[in-house]
């Protein structure tokens, strides 16, 4: 019995360390860019290491970087299990973002703490109506989501660059010959608490981890979750026992949405506040949208694995400005190095499915065969 | 405003599109769905920038870049063919994969100067042609008319040959296609490196042809997306696939050179005395095409026309095919 234990004990540790294999797969293939860009690798990785962890303020910026991370990858936690695919993380931060900033510009007379309230279920809101569209679209029109989500971006963008050199702009900067594209600045009273002056570390990764708690029980614990993932895991099956389908779908990408937009209220709330963009998306997100589908997906569309997920591509984003200051490599590589280790992921995790298939077939067989001795299971152990 | 001069560029902006298209068309016909094509369009575009510079040719870089795109669309070839790994997620990672690459390798090269471009030409007797001639046949670069000759010739591929017929079989029944012992996994490593190598063709045609040089990721702009929507619209026919290519190609300009008078149609031109208004015309190609995912969408559940039937589905020997 105790082999059984050991072995099954032993598979599920490899099971939980195959995310760290893929990280290290990823690293070696950067060394060699590296390499190839004339560039030592430890050096390089060196001020990586140094630029996220190397002080306590470093350590503060990783998870001022982890926190708009961690909430969108709570949103495509809830729609990729639901077999809604959400690209569109960036537009809904970016909708989310200026619904926020209008709240925070227009309310000046209510205290803070109502104001940050009404900001972030604002930012929630918008969110949550970008994202919905494309899932209504996906419902009724049976429109591909994942393009629909895409486009749902580039028309935020626009719309934000509209606003913020247009309606929304800054008095000042109107007034003013740069005419920077950004928005007034929000009161002193209206900003998120920081807890470790003088870090930039905000009361927006307590809201972040606590959702993260939340949404656990949203997905595993409520009818809500089980319909989503029901519908997800075989969509016909759920038509069968009374699930409407297309609602839990428009319901997963506008949850899905609800909390990109609410990354976008707590970076203006939290980071920088007031919204301004260089007229990009990434601009004013940070590509959060994106990276957080890369944080969700190593953490195993988990909740609560999301955490330690998005804390370390916080701080590989964190790392590669000093990287670029120190070896002069652009930053941009982190871009490829997510790219890589998502390809090992989803190349580790049919790995793990196999193994999975293998157990399950073992134990069948196990089930099968009448009650028998050691040699057996040594022989099963052997074959998987 | 001119609009014969603004098609004209239109249908030069639209071949970008086009070759975008019809590698993906092909790809998604064997039955792999590639939505890496913004990624591979940005190497593309890269490595044709960067390599007619090195070696003062152009068509070297043009090579290079479908070579090297064709050779990133074989990561996700690997990943979804032979692993059978997620089709979706591992198309992203190649996105994220081409645009990080391509951001390291074009790093300064935005301020690398001019390069030689692919030859402009008109076509004679066709050129004199009114109306149609202008537009499409007088001063094209070289890549537009192949274009032009590579839309029918897929078509025909596709449709009249026996390759083609081998191509479709594996897309829509990859079981029987194997039974008649035609190789479905290679014919899919094929296809997408095809598709991969025509994306970075899409992508050189913008950085050697139609807006020369290297503007980091907003040289491609999201015209990868907009690719792998023209698929769905063009219904997997590369005729329709061409129609909808120029008619975003035509679109984009349009937005472009309608900001630039100062009076249009016989009224002060909202756009140019209050550029951010601008912001919402440089939506409508997004907000088009999400259009025209809605219409092509419809027809396809209307006339029963879809998408391959193997479409996003590993082949793996042995286990019922659906």
């Known amino acids: ?384 | 405003m001119d609009f014969i001069i603004i098609l004209q560029a239109g249908v030069a902006s639209g071949t970008v599109l086009l070759f975008a298209t019809l590698g993906e068309l092909l790809a998604e016909r064997s039955g792999v769905l590639n939505l890496g094509v913004e990624g591979m369009m940005l190497i593309g575009a890269m490595t044709g920038f960067s390599v007619a510079i090195k070696t003062g040719n152009p068509w070297m870089g043009l090579l290079a870049a479908m070579l090297f795109a064709g050779v990133i669309s074989q990561i996700h070839a690997f990943i979804v063919i032979t692993l059978h790994a997620d089709q979706v997620v591992s198309g992203l990672a190649l996105t994220f994969l081409g645009t990080g690459i391509s951001l390291v390798l074009g790093e300064g090269l935005s301020k690398a100067g001019t390069v030689a471009l692919l030859p402009n030409f008109s076509i004679p007797l066709l050129s004199m042609i009114p109306i149609l001639g202008p537009i499409f046949f007088t001063n094209q670069s070289i890549l537009v008319y192949i274009g032009y000759l590579l839309t029918p010739l897929a078509w025909y591929y596709i449709n009249r040959t026996r390759p083609g017929l081998h191509l479709r079989a594996v897309g829509e029944y990859p079981s029987a296609a194997d039974a008649l012992g035609i190789n479905v996994f290679l014919t899919r490593y094929i296809y997408v490196f095809v598709g991969g190598m025509l994306a970075g063709l899409g992508g050189a045609t913008i950085s050697l042809a139609v807006a020369p040089g290297w503007f980091s990721e907003l040289t491609t702009g999201g015209q990868g997306w907009i690719a792998v929507g023209l698929v769905i619209f063009a219904q997997w026919d590369p005729v329709r696939a061409a129609v909808g290519s120029y008619a975003f190609g035509a679109l984009r300009r349009l937005i472009l050179d309608i900001q630039g008078p100062t009076i249009l149609f016989g009224a002060a031109n909202p756009f140019y005395y209050n550029p951010y208004w601008g912001f919402f015309l440089q939506m409508l190609p997004y907000a088009f095409t999400v259009i025209v995912l809605v219409i092509g969408s419809r027809e396809a559940i209307r006339k029963r026309l879809g998408a391959p039937a193997a479409l996003g589905n590993p082949y793996i020997r042995g286990e019922r095919g659906k």
């Open chain 1, 1 to 384: 019995m105790t082999k059984i234990f050991q072995s099954e004990w032993m598979s599920h540790l490899v099971d939980a360390l195959l995310p760290v294999f893929a990280t290290l797969a990823a690293l070696i293939i950067g060394a060699i860019m590296l390499l190839v860009l004339g560039v030592n690798p430890i050096d390089a990785y060196a001020a990586l290491w140094d630029g996220a962890f190397g002080s306590s303020n470093a350590f503060a910026e990783t998870l001022v970087k982890a926190t708009p991370l961690l909430l969108v990858a709570l949103g495509i936690c809830i729609s990729f299990r639901g077999d809604v695919i959400n690209i569109g993380g960036e537009g809904q931060m970016i909708i989310g973002a200026i619904l926020a900033t209008w709240v925070g510009l227009n309310f000046t007379d209510l205290p803070g703490w109502l104001v940050i309230t009404i900001a972030m279920l604002a930012g929630f809101f918008g969110g949550a109506v970008w994202g919905g569209i494309p899932g209504f679209l996906k419902a009724y029109f049976n429109v591909n989501e994942i393009l629909s989500t895409v486009m749902m971006n580039a028309i935020a963008v626009q719309l934000m660059n509209f606003l913020l050199r247009g309606p929304m702009i800054d008095p000042a900067q109107a007034e003013a010959a740069s005419q920077i594209p950004q928005t007034a600045r929000l009161l002193d009273a209206f900003r998120l608490a920081r807890l470790m002056p003088p870090t930039r570390l905000h009361f927006g990764a307590v809201i972040a981890v606590v959702l993260a708690g939340l949404v656990y029980i949203l997905l595993w614990r409520t009818t809500l979750g089980y319909r989503i993932r029901a519908v997800g895991q075989n969509p016909h099956a759920s038509r069968y026992a009374g699930i409407q389908v297309s609602r839990y779908m428009v319901l997963a990408l506008l949850l899905s949405g609800a909390f990109a937009g609410l990354a976008g209220a707590v970076q203006v709330y939290g980071v920088n506040y007031r919204m301004i963009t260089d007229g990009s998306a990434s601009g004013f997100t940070g590509s959060a949208g994106f990276n957080g589908i890369v944080a969700a997906l190593f953490g195993g569309l988990h909740p609560i694995w999301s955490i330690p997920a998005s804390i370390l591509f916080g701080a590989l984003l964190v790392g590669a400005n000093k990287m670029q200051r120190i070896v002069q490599v652009p930053s941009a590589l982190i871009i490829a190095l997510n790219g890589l280790v998502v390809v090992f992921v989803v190349s580790s995790e049919i790995l793990r499915k196999q193994r999975q298939r293998k157990r399950l077939a073992v134990a069948k067989r196990d089930d099968e065969l009448p009650p028998s001795g050691d040699k057996q299971i040594q022989q099963a152990e052997a074959g998987s």
